[in-house]
């Protein structure tokens, strides 16, 4: 069908100018179903990635390793996830999203269970280095489906949706793993997981298509979506060069504020059970349960400040650029929280610093990965994606060795959270000074210039 013809089948008061509540209301809410699809998928695979900070003390003693050889354990999934991120970009842009998320999930089904049966530290490094291969298309495939789905003004909760799952599975699954790994033994917990993911795969299979794709979008939201889509978008065939894009100051500022916080967010993914037990004293089951209480702060604002307090100030007129600008600043700022968790002396005080950093970072998260569907051509939103996610994953590798070696040198975290904060107030800089306006980075004339 025509997109006049589409148009034609639409109310008037769904136009593209009509932003009003009664006009939304009138268009079916099928493209919400991806949404919480993409959120489950988060939550699954990052169930699998908390198992290892869970399973820590029971690794070490079992396997006879230091801290810091745990420290590069825990980098072993974020190295292949990370050297994966550039080429599954284009990979996604061209062999596209449902081919390449079945192939993955079934990595990293398979991974979790030969860390189940691994026998020792090489065998789990193995299948950590596995893992990492299977779920390195996750966020840049999230990010590119929900610009599919979803029309700009939808997007930053449609991104809470799926980003908000990742804190969400370590507020869960840290304590209910915890309690598995303390009831059967840290390998069950890991077999556990594999079995989740292999539930994930027969309802991603059957779920996951494609607007253009999907039999039962109906015409009234293919054209709303269509709408959305066309929207200060370029045809698919222009794009610029892989080259280009690195050279681009808004994806070196975006890369740089997704490293800063993906360097603190792993530094707690993998060692705040550890931090509890470490430098405050707390047994094992208390350190699983404080653990929790962040991640479950970070889940609420990932959703309401990232997700719905974005889209609703967006949609009562106020600048978008601005709104998405300022909860990046804001809540990479709030992330320096952890100055405050490196000074805590009781459980409590250190839950309340952590829970204002990670809380902080979780509002910035979402609107950080709908960017790239706002700032590239519509040709690169993966590679955008992968690009900023390379980024993210190559301070995930670093986060747990440069920790290992700070906590065996000092017997202490607090040194390292100050490295985690200096690295924020850089991170900060590239959002406030690099990435500016939030839009498109090259007019479409440019790119039929560039393309002939």
Not at 102 to 127: E, K, N, Q, R, T
Not at 335 to 354: D, E, P, S
Request: proline share 4%; glycine share 10%.
């Amino acid at each position: 069908m025509s997109f006049s013809a589409e148009r034609k089948s639409l109310p008037l008061r769904l136009s593209t100018t009509d932003k009003s509540p009664t006009a939304k209301s009138l268009v079916p809410r099928r493209r919400w179903r991806i949404a919480w699809l993409l959120g489950l998928g988060v939550l699954v695979n990052f169930f699998d990635r908390v198992n290892l900070s869970v399973s820590q003390a029971s690794i070490e003693s079992g396997f006879h390793i230091s801290v810091v050889a745990f420290g590069y354990l825990a980098s072993a999934y974020a190295l292949t996830y990370a050297l994966l991120q550039l080429p599954i970009g284009v990979i996604l842009d061209r062999l596209g999203i449902r081919l390449v998320g079945w192939v993955s999930i079934l990595l990293w089904s398979v991974a979790s269970f030969a860390s189940a049966l691994s026998m020792g530290y090489g065998s789990l490094f193995a299948a950590r280095l596995l893992l990492g291969v299977g779920e390195a298309p996750t966020f840049p495939a999230n990010a590119k489906a929900i610009g599919l789905w979803f029309p700009q003004e939808e997007r930053s909760l449609a991104t809470a949706l799926n980003d908000a799952a990742a804190k969400f599975a370590s507020a869960l699954g840290v304590p209910v793993l915890g309690a598995l790994l303390l009831e059967v033994g840290w390998r069950w917990s890991f077999a556990a997981t594999g079995f989740a993911s292999l539930v994930y795969l027969a309802v991603f299979l059957t779920v996951y298509r494609n607007p253009d794709q999907d039999g039962g979008l109906s015409e009234v939201e293919r054209s709303y979506l269509s709408y959305g889509a066309l929207e200060k978008q370029e045809p698919e065939h222009l794009k610029l060069g892989f080259s280009r894009l690195l050279r681009e100051r808004k994806v070196l500022g975006l890369a740089l504020g997704f490293g800063a916080y993906n360097y603190t967010f792993y530094l707690l993914l993998w060692w705040l059970p550890g931090y509890f037990a470490r430098a405050l004293g707390v047994d094992a089951l208390h350190s699983f349960l404080f653990t929790g209480v962040p991640w479950l702060v970070a889940t609420a604002t990932d959703l309401a400040v990232g997700g719905w307090l974005v889209d609703a100030l967006i949609a009562r007129g106020l600048d978008a650029s601005r709104v998405r600008l300022t909860v990046l600043v804001v809540g990479t700022g709030c992330g320096l929280g952890l100055l405050g968790a490196a000074g805590a002396h009781t459980a409590v005080a250190a839950v309340a610093w952590v829970s204002l950093a990670i809380g902080g970072l979780s509002a910035a998260a979402p609107v950080g990965w709908s960017v790239p569907s706002l700032i590239a051509p519509r040709a690169n939103v993966g590679a955008v994606g992968g690009i900023a996610n390379f980024a993210s994953q190559v301070s995930a590798i670093a986060a747990p060795i440069v920790t290992g070696y700070v906590v065996d040198a000092t017997h202490s975290f607090a040194w390292a959270f100050v490295v985690a904060s200096a690295y924020l107030a850089a991170g900060i800089a590239g959002y406030a000074l690099l990435l500016g306006r939030i839009e498109p980075f090259a007019e479409v004339g440019e790119l039929e210039g560039i393309s002939h």
